[in-house]
């Protein structure tokens, strides 16, 4: 287990001075949603950043915030082990391929599992200290009895979403390499909402602003705050246990709960259908049938609706009692969502 930051003496007339070393981190996905949250932390906390990202990545608020950017791909082992800073002092993998639809699959699989592989051979040529991992609560797939804690058994191997199913190979991966003398963490956030969020929760802000949701559909889950995520990966630096998964839960709410209370934020009115569960499938069935044709990702999917079904609700106990985890609440989480979207003119500042 590592301890940060580490210090080094050098010459200093008749004494020795004690200079503060800044611990190194690498950081793939730091141009995303979560990854520019835990570069903040980082950076917050006082590390130096190396952020892997693509050739098209868009990197002004990396280089806005001093973070020293290597440009690669999780498919390109070579340019991982170029990237990766020998003897860092901990590597966050949080990219990942969130998409939930059946013909993106075989890409998915090469990012989640092939990319997880490479850099995990990456980290231990170049002899890092720690590698936190980010996974989702979704490879515990549909569980019987909520809220479950990480003793549940993981399901993910057999959801009908490929995400769980790649993910959970992307963890088995990680693991497999304790032997070999890696040292990682594996952390698993359930529903992420707050800053740099473009596509996730915030885009149902912005329909409910437009007045586009129509209909809202049934279940809960537990919703976290990306900002106490990324303390979270911090805090599995120094005190996560190797090879142990953590739970990041939050504020339980029914989706109906979510929407009316960004209703009120937005001061609009929110939408009175509960679209049940069967017709999401339905809708999701019918989409499977249309981009067999069109070959394009339909509005609903088969994955969307059980992604939807499994109740994402979790005991973050273990997180709490061993990475100091806490999270806001929900209106706190939506708050700053929505601020950050007025601030990038996604929505109109309020009056």
Same mark, same amino acid.
């Given at each position: ?22 611990? &190194?981190?690498?950081? &793939?996905?730091? &141009?995303? #949603?979560?990854?520019? @949250? ?12 190396? %952020? ?5 990545? @868009? ?32 590597? /966050?993998?949080?990219? $990942? @391929? ?10 998915? &699989?090469?990012?989640?599992?092939? $990319? ?14 720690? #590698? ?41 991966? +990680? ?22 969020? +473009?596509? =996730? ?41 190797? =090879? ?17 209370? !960004? ?15 069967? !017709? ?12 067999? +044709?069109?070959?394009?990702?339909? /509005? ?8 939807? %079904?499994?109740? %994402? !609700? ?9 990475? $100091? ?27």
């Amino acid at each position: 287990m590592v301890t940060v930051p580490r210090r080094v003496r050098r010459a200093a007339g008749p004494r020795l001075a004690t200079v503060p070393v800044m611990p &190194t981190a690498f950081v &793939t996905g730091a &141009t995303g #949603f979560l990854g520019l @949250n835990v570069v903040d932390a980082l950076l917050d906390e006082g590390w130096s950043v190396v %952020a892997l990202h693509r050739a098209s990545s @868009n990197v002004s608020r990396l280089k806005a915030r001093g973070a020293s950017l290597a440009q690669g791909e999780l498919a390109d082992r070579a340019a991982l082990t170029r990237a990766i800073p020998e003897g860092c002092d901990a590597v /966050f993998h949080v990219a $990942g @391929n969130v998409s939930m639809w059946s013909g993106a699959d075989a890409q998915q &699989t090469r990012d989640n599992v092939d $990319g997880t592989r490479h850099l995990v051979e990456a980290a231990l040529e170049k002899k890092a200290r720690r #590698f936190i991992h980010t996974s989702t609560v979704a490879v515990w797939g549909r569980q019987e009895h909520l809220p479950f804690n990480e003793t549940a058994p993981q399901l993910g191997a057999r959801s009908k979403m490929n995400y769980a199913r790649s993910k959970l190979a992307g963890e088995e991966i +990680v693991r497999s390499a304790v032997a070999r003398g890696l040292d990682p963490v594996i952390l698993n956030p359930c529903h992420i909402v707050g800053r740099y969020d +473009v596509n =996730g929760w915030s885009s149902t802000i912005r329909m409910i602003y437009k007045d586009k949701l129509s209909a809202i559909p049934p279940g809960r889950g537990s919703f976290c705050d990306a900002g106490a995520v990324a303390r979270a990966h911090l805090a599995a630096v120094k005190q996560g246990r190797t =090879g142990e998964n953590y739970l990041l839960g939050g504020h339980v709410a029914t989706y109906r709960e979510l929407v009316t209370l !960004v209703a009120e934020l937005l001061q609009k009115a929110p939408p009175k259908r509960t679209i049940p569960l069967w !017709v999401l499938r339905a809708l999701g069935d019918a989409g499977r049938v249309t981009s067999a +044709v069109t070959h394009r990702q339909p /509005f609903v999917t088969p994955e969307m609706a059980e992604g939807l %079904a499994q109740e %994402a !609700v979790v005991d973050s106990a273990k997180a709490i009692r061993e990475l $100091g985890y806490e999270t806001p609440p929900l209106r706190s989480m939506l708050e700053t969502a929505l601020s950050w979207q007025r601030e990038e003119g996604m929505i109109p500042r309020a009056a």
